[in-house]
């Protein structure tokens, strides 16, 4: 079977020659916090997938949510005026939810880069009905990440999802994000986030704020380098949008549902968006899941007869009933057993465990939020040259791991560490056992 792989597959994020050099790991099982391999190879999942089987693997609860739902009926897509139940009422629910952000009206998807793309054209479809059909660029930060789509993946601000597939569309802009590891200004977060706001600002201004939609981006930033904005960042951001009149859409798809601590990641920075994309954690990817909610003050410029207000826009899968149920189910969960609040003490203890790691040379800075973490690797430290994923003490750091039966995610020179949010102390432990002897067997050579 593992020689067939390559035989069939292109896998995302990877060569075709190098899934043919080397076979892959075969995820058979899972179970709560851990999975096994197709071998019998157990390994704690310190990534939940890709940070996104939020409430662990093989619950029972959402097992019998999809197949109540299989009982009744597999599919019936939500196009024009048709509906089903499980899309209605887990609508209601996340409105209920973010009715302190005045939540109004959710459009769905089949994940992450559907949400952001739904986003942008609701975004721009919005001006349109305001009588302001020049606002339709998308400013974002660079390192963010929005998906793969196209127009995520003009919005995403990491050149190597850009390259091959370059142009990309017009009308998107990156600006500066708050990386206070790496900037060529200032050590002082404060003073960061007063230099990106401004920057942001004057390329608001010059552009002329009248052409501008939309600024997007993540509470956290995740797969673009794991960047933790300062705390006041998000408040800014928010004042920034507001003087121009701009719409704010916050990019929830890792962070919603309680991975940094709280049940949403602009919740935590006191900030409440227009616009905000879900997906992973809705319903922690039991079936594929995306949506984008929109508040009142978005969803009002559709009370009107204008010749541009059908949404023309939706995919076969939008609502879909086992997606929709599965949702449902795991977000009993996710509140039942608090969820954010477990993210929120278990994270500060990882990452309090984590600055143990600042000992071994190659550990430039350790960071996060939550159950959301990273361990940025270094050559130097003193230069901050990040060390290639390529290199061989890379590669021996991710062998290393896996021997022990730990699953991590290296995303460029970063060690991404986004278990599920059922994570014990415990686990916690075992993944800090394995990382020290990870670092030391590359410190031995
Ligand atoms: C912040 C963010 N937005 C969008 C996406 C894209 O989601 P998907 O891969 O489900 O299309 C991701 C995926 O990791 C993400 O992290």
């Known amino acids: 079977m593992a020689a067939d792989n390559a035989r069939y597959i292109w896998h995302p994020m990877a060569a075709p020659a190098a899934t043919e050099a080397a076979l892959p790991t075969i995820i058979t099982q899972g179970e709560g916090v851990f999975v096994q391999d197709i ?3 157990r390994y704690l ?8 089987v939020n409430v662990g693997h093989r619950r029972p609860e959402i097992k019998q949510a999809i197949v109540d739902q299989l009982d009744q009926i597999a599919y019936y897509g939500t196009f024009s005026n048709l509906s089903n139940p499980p899309s209605i009422a887990l609508s209601a629910r996340l409105i209920k939810m973010l009715a302190p ?11 992450g880069s559907d949400a952001n793309e739904t986003a942008f054209k609701l975004a721009r479809q919005y001006w349109k009905l305001s009588g302001k059909p020049e606002k339709t660029k998308i400013f974002s930060l660079k390192h963010g990440y929005h998906g793969l789509h196209f127009g995520g993946m003009s919005a995403g601000g990491n050149i190597m999802w850009r390259r091959a597939y370059e142009p990309m569309l017009p009308g998107f802009f990156q600006a500066e994000a708050p990386y206070l590891y790496r900037n060529p200004w200032t050590n002082d977060p404060e003073r960061l986030v007063d230099l990106c706001i401004d920057d942001l600002e004057r390329e608001i201004l010059h552009q002329g704020a009248d052409t501008v939609a939309a600024f997007v981006a993540e509470p956290v930033q995740g797969a673009g380098g794991l960047i933790v904005p300062p705390a006041r960042y998000w408040p800014r951001l928010r ?3 507001d003087r121009h009149d701009i719409l704010l859409i916050a990019d929830e798809v890792v962070t919603g549902f309680g991975r940094t601590g709280s049940m949403f990641g602009a919740r935590a920075w006191g900030v409440a968006p227009d616009i905000m994309n879900f ?9 594929p899941l995306g949506a984008t909610v929109v508040n009142e003050r978005v969803a009002r410029a559709w009370d009107t007869d204008h010749p541009l207000a059908t949404i023309m826009h939706g995919y076969t899968y939008s609502g879909h009933p086992l997606a929709c149920a599965a949702a449902l189910a795991n977000l009993d969960i996710v509140e039942r057993e608090d969820l954010p609040g477990n993210a929120a003490r278990q994270g500060e203890y990882f990452l309090a465990r984590l600055r143990e790691l600042l000992d071994y040379k190659q550990v430039g800075e350790v960071r996060g939020k939550g159950l ?3 361990i940025e690797l270094v050559l130097d430290k003193a230069t901050k040259a990040p060390l290639p994923p390529t290199h061989p003490a890379s590669k021996k750091l991710y062998a290393t791991l896996c021997a022990q039966g730990l699953l991590v995610r290296i995303a460029g020179n970063k060690i991404i560490l986004s ?3 059922t994570f014990e102390k415990e686990h916690v432990e075992r993944c800090m056992n394995g990382l020290h002897a990870a670092f030391e067997a590359i410190a031995a050579d």
């Open 279 to 287: 997906a992973k954690g809705i319903n922690s990817a039991y079936v």
């Open 45 to 52: 999942d310190c990534t939940a997938g890709l940070w996104c």
């Open 101 to 111: 952000e005045k939540m109004a009206r959710v459009m769905y998807g089949s994940g």
């Open 372 to 374: 959301m973490l990273g």
């Open 39 to 41: 071998d019998g190879k």
């Open 239 to 241: 004042e920034l949008c």
């Open 419 to 421: 278990p599920p949010l």
